[in-house]
């Protein structure tokens, strides 16, 4: 079954911890995205990688971390540094020489 | 600095009859146009897209026009069904002399059919 995975689905933890979230695709896809949704606004750019041991800062990287040692994953790490880290959680992927980026279902996070 | 903007938070058709939503984006440089939906708590879906070298795209109820001039991209669903109630996301890429491809994502527009 090919697709894009995100595991948990909802995912709680403490002020001050670390939390990773996860992001798998067996879909072969070159280029891998996350974003971030809050209510009443739209998807913003956290980190994306293109290829294998690159990743680039989207637009609001501040407070996160991404590594991408395999073409299949890109999980997220979301700091005790992010000062808003509650939030819906969307990663995305693509694949090269084509323009359409395909989502997988999120993670809702909440740090109490 | 919003570089997508869609300026109808939300919109209410009547079953069978067209929606239109629209987006509109300030940098010349975008080279794909894309239309998602989203339903709460999922990963917002592909619905269609179009090429900046295009002016309109059509996939059964969905049509999508570019306005380069204007900068402004429109999304026509015809007819409307109480399915389609959603919000909507316009995103624009653009590839940069690296190779990398990024996306702009709009705020979303909340489409409401009535039955």
């Known amino acids: 079954d090919g697709g894009i995975t995100q595991s948990p689905k909802y995912l709680f933890r403490k002020e001050g911890q670390n939390v990773t979230l996860s992001c798998e695709q067996n879909l072969n896809h070159d280029a891998m995205y996350w974003y971030r949704q809050d209510p009443g606004q739209g998807l913003r750019l956290i980190y994306y990688s293109q290829i294998v041991n690159d990743f680039q800062k989207g637009d609001i990287a501040e407070g996160y971390s991404v590594s991408r040692e395999k073409k299949e994953s890109f999980p997220l790490t979301v700091t005790s540094a992010q000062k808003n880290p509650t939030a819906f959680y969307l990663c995305a992927t693509r694949l090269a020489g084509t323009d359409t980026q395909y989502f997988g279902p999120g993670t809702r996070l909440t740090v109490l | 600095d919003q570089q997508v903007k869609q300026n109808s938070p939300s919109l209410s058709v009547q079953e069978g009859r067209i929606s239109i939503l629209n987006c509109d984006y300030t940098?010349?440089?975008?080279?794909?146009f894309l239309w998602y939906k989203k339903y709460p708590a999922e990963g917002p879906t592909f619905l269609i897209s179009i090429s900046s070298i295009k002016d309109k795209n059509e996939d059964g109820r969905f049509t999508v026009f570019l306005n380069k001039s204007a900068k402004h991209l429109s999304l026509h669903i015809v007819p409307s069904q109480p399915g389609d109630s959603a919000v909507y996301f316009c995103a624009a890429g653009e590839t940069f002399t690296s190779g990398t491809y990024k996306y702009i994502f709009g705020t979303g527009t909340r489409l409401k059919v009535l039955a």
């Open positions: 940098n010349s440089m975008f080279d794909y």
